[in-house]
C-alpha cells in the first residue's frame, strides 16, 4: 500500500545534539511538507519542497533544515539552534507541482521528539 | 492574511446526539477547504474537502460540511455521534499562489463524546 513512512516514531535528545527525523513516501508526490504541532496551536508549517533540489522556509523555519535529493525523502533535522524543540513533527505530501493544485494532503503518522 | 479560526477549542457532546464543529476562514481568492481528524499520537486522516460546485460535501464516518460564501465559513456536521468519533478535528484552507500546495490549519477542536 502506498503510503508516508515517518521514523522514529519516539525520539530523545539531549540539548544540544543535533537530530534528523525521516520521512519517506511511495506514492510518488511531488511535494512534501514539514508541520510542527504543539497542543493548543494546531499545526505550523516549517518547511516544504515542491520539486527535487528545492525547497522553501514555512512559518517557523529557524532552527530546522531540510534536504530534498530524492522525490521520495524529506528528512528534517532539528538543529541545537531550535529553542522548543519538544513537539510532535507531521511529515505530508501531495500531488501538488508548482502553482498546479492536484489534490489534499496525505499525512505520516507523526515524530515525537523530547528534548531531556 | 491568510488565517483559520476554530472558535471551540473543546466540545463534548452525548452519543447519538449530533455535532457541529465550526470554522471560519480569512482568504481573498476562492479557497480549497478541507477538514482533517486526528486520533491522540497518530497522523491527520482526510474526513472531507471542498474546491468548488455543491457547497455542500460528504466525506467519510458519515460527516458532512457545508460552505457559506458569505460568511467565510466551513462547519463540520454529524447527525448522530459514535463513541468512536472522539477525537481532534481540525479544518484547513490552501493552496496559495505560488506556494505551492501548503494548507493552513486552526487550532484544532478537540471532541469528547459521553457515554
Known amino acids: 500500500d502506498g503510503g508516508i513512512t515517518q521514523s522514529p516514531k519516539y525520539l530523545f535528545r539531549k540539548e544540544g545534539q543535533n537530530v534528523t527525523l525521516s520521512c519517506e513516501q511511495n506514492?510518488?508526490?511531488?511535494?512534501m511538507y514539514w508541520y510542527r504541532q504543539d497542543p493548543g496551536q494546531g499545526l505550523r508549517l516549517i518547511y516544504y519542497?515542491?520539486?527535487?533540489?528545492?525547497?522553501q522556509k514555512g512559518d517557523i523555519a529557524e532552527g530546522y533544515s531540510v534536504s530534498r535529493e530524492k522525490k521520495e525523502s524529506f528528512p528534517l533535522t532539528v538543529t541545537s539552534a531550535q529553542k522548543n524543540p519538544t513537539a510532535f513533527y507531521l511529515c505530508?505530501?501531495?500531488?501538488?507541482?508548482?502553482?498546479?493544485?492536484?489534490?489534499?494532503?496525505?499525512f505520516g503518522e507523526g515524530s515525537r521528539l523530547t528534548v531531556l | 492574511a491568510q488565517s483559520v479560526t476554530q472558535p471551540d477549542i473543546h466540545i463534548t457532546v452525548s452519543e447519538g446526539a449530533s455535532l457541529e464543529l465550526r470554522c471560519n476562514y480569512s482568504y481573498g481568492a476562492t479557497p480549497y477547504l478541507f477538514w482533517y481528524v486526528q486520533s491522540p499520537g497518530q497522523g491527520l486522516q482526510l474526513l472531507l474537502k471542498y474546491f468548488s460546485g455543491d457547497t455542500l460535501v460528504q466525506g467519510i464516518k458519515g460527516f458532512e460540511a457545508e460552505f457559506k460564501r458569505s460568511q467565510s465559513s466551513f462547519n463540520l456536521r454529524k447527525p448522530s455521534v459514535h463513541w468512536s468519533d472522539a477525537a481532534e478535528y481540525f479544518c484547513a484552507v490552501g493552496p496559495f499562489r505560488g506556494q505551492g500546495g501548503k494548507l493552513i490549519f486552526g487550532q484544532g477542536t478537540e471532541l469528547s463524546v459521553k457515554p
Open positions: 506514492l510518488n508526490h511531488d511535494a
Open positions: 505530508a505530501s501531495s500531488k501538488t507541482t508548482g502553482n498546479s493544485y492536484a489534490g489534499e494532503l496525505f
Open positions: 519542497s515542491q520539486i527535487v533540489n528545492d525547497f
